[in-house]
């Protein structure tokens, strides 16, 4: 995203990032783009008014606010903020799927669950909404998202986590990929934004396979099922690119772990054979589903099988993963840095990393200048940029 509106403006108010511990790694990494931004940014401003700027907090040496969440012998636990937050605007950030933080429970370890991290993050709206001048919450994977919808006697977890943040006073609620964004209807009159990180994806593959060909006859992008549709749609035209789609059939008789097992993979495209199939969807959990479609479509002849995820939470460990791997069912997998993963991961080699860090810092300052983030939020110029470089000739659009 450009930044003139740095020298047409001012933020609403002096900025601060409240990062739980759980988002520790990529909030210091956000801090320190968005100070290099605004120092850089300071030189460009009129004299006149950059010592209104600086006074406002414009360009600290960090936008990191100190805070600790401390837990009692029983479990029970506070936050505690050590700076004054009264006329700020607070992003206040958490990764609910960070299990490597621990708390002592009457003696016993216990790993931060979900519910445990998303109680920590309240605690410290708790802790600011009073003195703020706005507080936002960045939740880069939404939590109880895979709860968004009713099918039987069940709890709609993700539309009372979002209803909760709203009547505590949150004014903006940004997320990623959500697995259904639809479940922002539950919180109408509040702002939810949705990110897509389309743009690091495609610069990822590029960095790893830097002479790849991308065109319809070479490549091919895949949609694992008919939820993920929309992402691949998208990913496909800006590729220009054909599309593929697998339709799970499941056993509705059965349950095993929570879901009703997969019998079949149908597919629904033209054929992959000798072609790069890029696979795209918002999560390997297990990774089980994916892996069955990797393995169908090197047994259809793809020349190499690449999968994109946003979040690769990988619950059941990467032993299968080096197995497929080395079968040579998948070639990579990149998911992005906006959650946490074992330090492990990063010596596999069949993972690369999509780093968002540079992303979530342009977002969190067009926040602070309340201006458009409508070109962030898919980012098909910047792709189209970066496109027009790898195939040697300039992108004649605007980057907004």
Wanted: proline share 4%; charged share 25%.
């Amino acid at each position: 995203m450009q930044q003139y509106y740095f020298t047409d403006n001012v933020p609403i108010a002096p900025l601060k990032i409240a990062a739980h511990i759980s988002a520790a790694n990529i909030a210091s990494e956000i801090d320190r783009s968005l100070v290099e931004t605004r120092k850089t940014a300071l030189g460009m401003i009129k004299e006149e008014k950059r010592d209104n700027l600086l006074l406002r907090g414009f360009a600290p040496d960090s936008f990191l606010l100190p805070l600790k969440c401390p837990r009692f012998g029983s479990g029970e636990a506070k936050a505690v903020i050590d700076e004054s937050v009264r006329g700020y605007d607070v992003f206040v950030m958490a990764d609910i799927t960070n299990y490597s933080n621990t708390y002592s429970v009457n003696g016993f370890t216990n790993h931060m669950s979900p519910d445990d991290n998303y109680q920590d993050l309240k605690r410290i709206i708790g802790a600011t909404v009073s003195r703020a001048h706005r507080v936002s919450v960045i939740m880069p994977f939404l939590y109880e998202s895979r709860q968004h919808k009713r099918t039987k006697r069940e709890s709609l977890d993700c539309a009372m986590a979002l209803k909760e943040l709203v009547n505590m006073g949150v004014h903006n609620i940004i997320t990623f990929d959500a697995h259904d964004p639809r479940v922002q209807n539950s919180i109408p009159l509040t702002g939810f934004d949705n990110f897509m990180p389309t743009y690091a994806f495609v610069k990822a593959l590029l960095d790893r396979y830097p002479d790849m060909e991308i065109n319809k006859d070479t490549m091919m992008v895949i949609s694992p099922d008919e939820g993920a549709m929309d992402r691949a749609v998208y990913l496909a035209n800006n590729l220009g690119v054909d599309m593929g789609m697998f339709y799970k059939r499941r056993d509705y008789s059965r349950v095993v772990n929570g879901r009703n097992p997969i019998v079949a993979h149908e597919f629904l495209g033209s054929s992959v054979e000798g072609k790069t199939a890029l696979i795209v969807d918002d999560m390997i959990s297990s990774g089980e589903s994916m892996l069955d479609t990797a393995r169908e479509l090197k047994e259809r002849k793809a020349a190499k099988v690449i999968v994109c995820c946003t979040f690769g939470l990988f619950t059941s460990g990467f032993d299968k993963f080096d197995e497929f791997y080395e079968k040579g069912y998948i070639d990579s997998i990149i998911t992005t840095n906006l959650n946490y993963k074992p330090m492990e991961i990063y010596t596999k080699k069949w993972y690369e990393e999509a780093n968002c860090s540079d992303y979530l810092a342009s977002i969190i300052n067009a926040f602070n200048y309340d201006t458009s983030v409508e070109a962030a939020m898919l980012g098909t110029a910047k792709i189209q940029a970066l496109l027009a470089k790898h195939r040697g000739y300039r992108y004649e659009g605007s980057i907004v």
